[in-house]
């Protein structure tokens, strides 16, 4: 029988969730609300002047290559950055998993990327891959490949994809540390019984019963993805070189703080906030329907 929380003061819940309520509205609900009104508005740097254009800076933003190009920068940020993040995570809790020794200590030392910020996370894989004084990088030459992310827009956009999915495979590895533990060891040792061995043992039960834990996953990691990885862009390439790693959530900055166009960055972040929105609905309602969450 489930018992359910009572409360003798009736105002007692609402004073509870009040604190959540009110940051809530204040860094999250107010922002959005007011990116929204900015985005029909036409004005200056400094807030004095103001003079409402209706749909002219969407027009505008539709008709600009340069919107384009960051867009499906981001779209190739995000799908490369979940999946190195998604699967590297899963290798690894495989991997820790299957340790006799050292399996805490494992854990432990996985779980330390994720305490860093993205700039300084960007920060230390450019020192490592500069290709005048990274360390990496100086091997990576060595093998004969030119590599250059200062100069080169295809290197550069690797650079930032890898330091991206460096930050985020802690993240993915904890839950799928835990969801792997959640599998039943029963069935994995009739399956071992009947002649399945570990390979098959993982795609034909481990991996479908992990399709809750992946479908969360890829939306977290997708919104990761778009907005999180401005740090890092910045700490590594601020968007260069010639522009080749201006996501869309980094030309939001430099058209907002850089140019001062505060309504086109206002246009920008509520075509990002719209599309983000989309992706998880699109995530939800198609997706989910192929997410088996055990029997019911």
Do not use: C
Not at 43 to 64: E, H, I, M, Q, R
Not at 202 to 231: K, Q
């Amino acid at each position: 029988m489930i018992k359910k929380a009572r409360f003798d003061n009736p105002t007692l819940p609402y004073l509870l969730l009040a604190p959540q309520l009110l940051i809530t509205l204040l860094f999250f609900i107010y922002p959005a609300f007011e990116a929204v009104r900015q985005a029909f508005f036409l004005s200056d740097p400094y807030g004095a002047f103001a003079k409402f254009v209706g749909l002219d800076n969407f027009l505008v933003l539709l008709g600009s290559a340069d919107f384009w190009a960051s867009l499906w920068r981001s779209i190739v940020l995000g799908s490369a950055t979940a999946f190195l993040a998604m699967s590297s995570g899963l290798l690894l809790a495989v991997l820790v998993l299957r340790l006799a020794v050292g399996r805490k200590l494992a854990q432990s030392l996985l779980l330390w990327p994720y305490a860093l910020a993205p700039a300084v996370s960007g920060v230390l894989w450019l020192f490592l891959f500069h290709p005048t004084y990274g360390a990496l990088g100086y091997l990576v030459t060595q093998m004969g490949i030119d590599w250059n992310p200062v100069l080169k827009g295809s290197h550069a956009m690797l650079l930032v994809i890898m330091a991206s999915s460096w930050k985020q495979i802690s993240y993915n590895f904890v839950f799928f540390l835990s969801a792997l533990q959640a599998v039943p060891a029963s069935v994995l040792e009739a399956a071992s019984l009947d002649g399945a061995g570990p390979i098959k043992r993982f795609w034909i039960i481990t991996f479908p019963l992990l399709s809750p834990t992946i479908f969360f996953l890829a939306t977290m990691n997708m919104v990761y993805a778009l907005f999180d990885t401005f740090g890092t862009i910045h700490a590594t390439t601020e968007g260069g070189p010639g522009g080749a790693t201006k996501t869309l959530v980094y030309k939001v900055y430099t058209d907002g703080f850089v140019a001062q166009d505060l309504g086109m960055s206002a246009a920008e972040s509520v075509v990002l906030m719209f599309m983000t929105i989309l992706l998880t609905w699109v995530q939800f309602s198609r997706f989910e329907k192929k997410v088996s969450y055990g029997a019911k």
